[in-house]
């Protein structure tokens, strides 16, 4: 780990010559210009003969990304050489891509209801200040969707 962090070895040295992977995966680390700090967080986790896992703390940066978590560093072993297995700990939690995808969502979502309230609201000519405050809220837009409604039917 020491060899990545401190650009000591080359990432294609140091990622396991059998990795399916391994040109996408060192390409990453190659071209870019990175700052990169892995910490152990514990003790290595032996998981079969000659892989291990170690969970680390992580702090990759490129000019383009920045990413600081905390991930699992997988290793085999090659004769009598530990490789690292893959660099999926650089990948982006997919928790945390899931959660920006649904607060994306939730926003775009807030944001058209808001909208079309407000348009509900200016076109059946209810769009006053006590209503505009209320749009704010999600919590009264089912009254407010009724009273468009309403005054349509009448």
């Known amino acids: 780990m020491g060899d990545l962090t401190g650009h000591r070895r080359s990432p294609d040295l140091l990622l396991d010559p059998n990795s399916v992977n391994r040109n996408n ?12 700090s892995l910490t152990s967080e514990g003790n290595p986790q032996f ?6 896992n170690i969970p680390v ?6 000019a383009n990304e920045e990413l ?17 297995s893959d660099f999926r700990f650089l990948a982006f939690p997919n928790a945390l891509i899931v959660v920006l995808v649904v607060g994306c969502l939730i926003g775009v979502f807030y ?25 704010f809220v999600p919590f009264f837009w089912p009254s407010l969707f009724k009273s468009t409604q309403e005054r349509r039917a009448t």
């Open 111 to 135: 944001a058209a209801s808001m909208l079309i309230l407000r348009s509900r609201l200016l076109r059946s000519g209810q769009l006053n200040f006590k209503t505009q405050t209320k749009l």
């Open 68 to 84: 600081d978590t905390s991930s699992e560093a997988h290793f085999v072993l090659r004769g009598t050489t530990w490789y690292f």
């Open 57 to 62: 703390r992580v702090r990759f940066k490129t």
């Open 47 to 52: 998981t079969g003969p000659g892989t291990a």
């Open 25 to 36: 995966e060192v390409d990453r680390l190659r071209d870019a210009s990175y700052v990169l």
